[in-house]
């Protein structure tokens, strides 16, 4: 199991790992993009407080830098960094990378050969669950997405 550090990934994945005895690696590639001054702020109020990036950033994803957070071409790059880690030595074994929907919407495209900005047509609920499957054919790794999750899952009492 990959996590990202953050809070929310890490308790899932730790929960994960214990209830199929295996161990839990912490890596920061698969981490959710720096919003820097627009963290924890809905979309909605994105769309308030920097209306014309936030219009640039729907048709051009390079468009977006968050005051003091993270630009998206570095995002991008970063996450495809640790995609092509994992891609480039199949070994037929199973690995789950508990991550955000915002690595999704850079993998997912990756994975089905589309454009990184037709991402935001894809449904990418909390607790969205897609399962690729890699492949060398050839000499070349190649990813299908087998399963995707769309399903919006029921909340759960946890309260730690």
Known sequence: IISSPLKRCCKFADRT???VNCLTTIDSQWQEIDYGDWDGMLVSE???VAAEQFKAFR???????????E?????????LGAWRKIAAKPDGSHLLIVTHGGVLRVILPTVLGMPLNRS??????FA??????????????E??????????????????
């Open 120 to 125: 935001f047509p894809l449904h990418i609920p």
């Open 143 to 160: 990813a299908s997405l087998i399963f995707h999750n769309a399903c919006e899952y029921a909340k759960v009492n946890d309260q730690e």
């Open 17 to 19: 790992a214990l209830a």
């Open 59 to 69: 048709k051009d994803l390079s468009a977006l830098a968050p005051p003091n957070g």
């Open 71 to 79: 630009d998206y071409l570095s995002f991008k790059t970063r996450v």
């Open 46 to 48: 994105w769309r308030k």
């Open 128 to 141: 969205c669950f897609s399962r690729v499957h890699l492949e060398v054919t050839e000499g070349k790794t």
